[in-house]
């Protein structure tokens, strides 16, 4: 189906209408309640090394990297509002004591650097007053009387505001009464000038404000009839003047050592000025290059991230660099040098075989052992004991311990030889331990029973116990102070006691 010139001219206004229609709501809102401007496109700033001459020695340069850093550690939308004083309060004094209330970000001063989050607050148009608590009393005194305006607004640590709808605030009150001074009309744009202001070490030095109830580019541009206007802002520098239109910081370098001054007015299409209270802000700049201050480190590049990152977010930690793996370098070794490591391996296995064959038990100590053999062999050394009274035997008689290493029969060749004669020996001590224990046994029996089963003569006593043979005494591996020895002066006693009791 073709489209008639007639029903096209009838799409054309039908369009038109609903334009109108869309354009009339946004007047209505923007004349009810103050608002932000909403950019359509992306800000046009420079990149890289990018310089842009805006009027002689001015220019303008792409922000510092690193506040690019910062502002990913705040992704926040503060919200400000101005509890006290009242919207058209009316006060009846020369003092005020404004209290305020935030959402959305924390506000603190940085021990170190002396930066952080913040609050810019204005009375009327005087310089910008920073508030780093809200707990800090906002106190101002010798107010003139007539009409004041307070404006507030969040502001990142090197001065940037925040350009959501809800960072800005601001009320008007009076002293004893209402003045046309100081109060801004709502339903017109207003410019607020935030930087630069003070004295600055380093350049880019940072340009912005804050922009209400300004209409879209696109929508003032749309129509030449309707009373909207466009808007632009004209800076000064030094006397030095360039427009832009695009709401958004903007970094210049260009600024003469000492004292400068910028001024930023709010303009229209055709280059006039927007007539509204504030509109039009002058401010004094201080440039000392020498200045060692923290954000002119910040901005030279000398502060990375890593130590400054708690001046955007108060529980930033910096991240962790990976370490780097060490790559080792392959060693050549050649045959010689492998021999050469062996060889002294190889010795000191060799010394230790060596130490090993040395040690031979039966040579640790041959001067003793010979000792002991010439103590067995001779068995002049078996003694009698001397006399002693009976009743004495029993007490002082005690278990013999002989060391098994004191009564080798023979010396051993080798140290399997020397364990087995060890082993003998131990045998030969636990008989004579049994032996021993029978004695003990026979000591107990009571005096009288030893007198009647002794002999009367000694010619009764059995040979064996008179004079031990050879074989006996071989057979015999104790001390000269056995307890078998103790056995011949109790029969000896009792014997001597049958001869005296005899007729």
């Known amino acids: 189906m073709k489209v008639t010139e007639t029903q096209n001219r009838w799409l054309k206004q039908a369009a038109r209408l609903f334009l109108s229609g869309l354009l009339s709501l946004v007047l209505l809102s923007c004349a009810n309640k103050s608002q932000s401007v909403r950019l359509l496109d992306l800000p046009d700033v420079p990149s890289g090394e990018q310089v842009r001459s805006l009027s002689g020695s001015i220019s303008e340069v792409a922000p510092p990297a690193i506040f690019l850093d910062l502002a990913n550690l705040m992704d926040s939308e503060p919200q400000v509002a101005i509890a006290k004083p009242k919207p058209d309060q009316v006060i009846e004094e020369t003092s005020l004591s404004a209290q305020l209330t935030l959402r959305g970000l924390s506000i603190y001063k940085d021990e170190k650097t002396g930066l952080g989050p913040h609050l810019q607050v204005i009375l009327d148009n005087q310089p910008a ?13 010798d107010l003139l009387p007539g009409s004041h305006t307070l404006r507030v607004f969040a502001v990142r640590p090197w001065g940037e505001s925040f350009k959501n709808e809800a960072a ?110 504030f509109n039009s802000t002058v401010r004094l ?43 080792l370098e392959p060693v050549d070794i050649t045959e010689s040098e492998l021999q050469l490591e062996e060889q002294p391996a190889a010795a000191e296995s060799e010394e230790a075989v060596q130490l090993e064959s040395e040690v031979d038990p039966a040579e640790e100590n041959p001067a003793e052992i010979r000792s002991l053999e010439a103590e067995l062999e001779d068995p002049a050394d078996l003694s009698e004991p001397e006399d002693e009274p009976l009743d004495q035997l029993s007490d002082e008689l005690e278990p013999l311990e002989v060391p098994a290493e004191e009564k080798p029969s023979q010396l051993p060749e080798d140290l399997s030889d020397f364990e087995s004669a060890a082993n003998e020996s131990i045998e030969a001590s636990e008989k004579l331990e049994e032996e021993i224990e029978k004695s003990l046994t026979n000591l107990e029996k009571p005096a009288a029973d030893l007198t009647e089963s002794a002999p009367t003569t000694p010619t009764d006593i059995p040979d064996t116990l008179i004079s031990p043979s050879a074989d006996d005494t071989s057979a015999i591996e104790a001390p000269v102070d056995s307890p078998d020895a103790d056995l011949f002066d109790d029969a000896s006693s009792a014997d001597e006691g049958s001869e005296a009791v005899a007729p």
């Open 129 to 141: 007053r920073s508030i780093y608590s809200l707990d800090d009393p906002l106190e101002f005194s």
């Open 168 to 277: 800005f605030a601001q009320t008007t009150f009076h002293v004893f009464a209402k003045t046309g001074a100081n109060a801004p009309d709502l339903a017109q744009p207003l410019l607020t000038y935030s930087e630069p202001q003070g004295t600055y070490g380093a350049e880019p030095i940072l340009l912005d404000f804050y922009l209400t109830n300004a209409p879209l580019h696109m929508i003032a541009q749309e129509s030449s009839e309707d009373d909207l206007s466009d808007w632009r802002v004209r800076c000064t520098v030094n006397g030095q003047s360039f427009l832009f239109e695009q709401w958004q910081p903007i970094y210049l370098k260009g600024f003469k050592p000492g004292q400068n001054w910028v001024q930023l007015t709010l303009v229209d299409e055709q280059g006039n000025p927007i007539d509204n209270a």
């Open 285 to 327: 700049v201080n440039y000392d290059p020498e200045q060692q201050n923290s954000l002119a480190k910040i901005v030279r590049g000398e502060l990375p991230l890593k130590q400054i990152g708690q001046i955007a977010d108060p529980d930033y930690e910096p991240p962790i660099e990976p370490v780097a793996p060490v790559e």
